[in-house]
């Protein structure tokens, strides 16, 4: 057993400094964080890679950090695979928490923000989120697929950033 360990010690440059990493242990680390990461993740849960709330985004960014630690050498592997572990198990804590408690969730992923009521800005909130009518706007073409700001009921900018639209009903 000690034979196989010394020989994944050396084939992965377990002992070496980062600068003395060679192309194969770089690689062969890079495919097995890919493997663990896939792992874990799973593990967690799959609304943090779909979801863009600042929540979500903290997580990928952390837990993208941490494993790059592992392949490059600046942290000691085994040690930097299972801190990547406890971050993941500690997310889908968090979100268990923020399901069960609305109040915890809109402190940390934030209200949705009115910006336009009945075909009219809100002008007030727009100023506070720094969202220009030109970037309304375009938001609006692109999102909404109309021009005319007249025909928006209601549109918020969501927590995650994105600009959501509900239309007035069509006149008969």
């Not at 060679?22 to 890079?30: A, I, K, N, S």
């Not at 940390?108 to 909130?125: D, F, H, M, S, W």
């Not at 005319?148 to 639209?165: H, T």
Request: glycine share 6%; charged share 20%; aromatic share 6%.
């Amino acid at each position: 057993m000690q034979t196989i360990w010394d020989a994944l010690y050396s084939l992965l440059g377990l002992a070496s400094q980062p600068k003395d990493l060679t192309l194969v242990q770089v690689t062969l680390r890079g495919l097995i964080v890919f493997i663990v990461a896939l792992i874990i993740i799973r593990l967690g849960d799959r609304r943090s890679l779909a979801q863009k709330s600042a929540f979500d985004l903290a997580f990928i960014v952390i837990v993208s950090s941490v494993l790059a630690r592992a392949i490059n050498g600046s942290g000691p592997f085994f040690a930097t695979l299972g801190g990547s572990l406890i971050i993941v198990l500690l997310h889908r804590l968090l979100a268990w928490t923020l399901y069960r408690s609305p109040a915890l969730c809109a402190v940390i992923k934030g209200k949705p923000v009115v910006l336009v009521r009945n075909g009219a800005y809100q002008t007030k909130e727009m100023r506070a989120q720094l969202i220009s009518e030109n970037d309304f706007e375009e938001d609006m073409r692109l999102e909404a697929k109309t021009e005319e700001k007249g025909k928006v009921k209601l549109a918020r900018l969501e927590p995650s950033g994105d600009i959501s639209f509900i239309m007035a009903e069509k006149s008969s």
